[in-house]
């Protein structure tokens, strides 16, 4: 069975609190039980996480690589500076595993700072703007390319 990492960067567990006009109304744990249920449908097993540590979700990515797992990664604000996560999104590709990048919104419809990502150039690829179906569609993607 395939097996996938999902995840999620600084401030994603205050989802329907933060900034709802933006993010949405549903929970981090309505999140959750969205992807665990689509995962059994896509016939994947599937380990869901948030942390506000930038080191903790490094240690995620070695994790990834060291199991041979594939990773859908919501890096949030990390997207956008971190180097760190940058190269240790970068050892889970060159490792032959998947990794897609995903955001509920759109960053180039928004500040101009959101709109580099670091860990983008180095993803398998990026889905972003369609909200929890972000998650969906690279979940897809994960159990169609494996």
């Not at 709802?20 to 309505?30: C, I, K, L, N």
């Amino acid at each position: 069975m395939t097996r996938a990492l999902v995840l999620n960067g600084p401030n994603l567990s205050r989802l329907g609190v933060r900034e709802p006009d933006v993010y949405g109304a549903a929970s981090f744990d309505d999140l959750v039980s969205s992807v665990e249920k689509w995962c059994v449908d896509l016939g994947i097993e599937v380990d869901v996480r948030q942390t506000d540590d930038e080191s903790e979700l490094v240690g995620w990515l070695h994790e990834a690589v060291d199991t041979r797992t594939h990773v859908v990664l919501n890096p949030a604000a990390f997207t956008h500076y971190s180097y760190a996560m940058r190269d240790a999104a970068a050892q889970v590709t060159s490792a032959g595993l998947l990794l897609v990048e995903v955001h509920l919104t759109n960053p180039y419809a928004r500040e101009a700072f959101r709109h580099t990502s670091v860990v983008g150039a180095v993803a398998t690829g990026t889905v972003a703007g369609f909200g929890f179906d972000s998650y969906r569609l690279a979940l897809t993607a994960v159990a169609l390319r494996t």
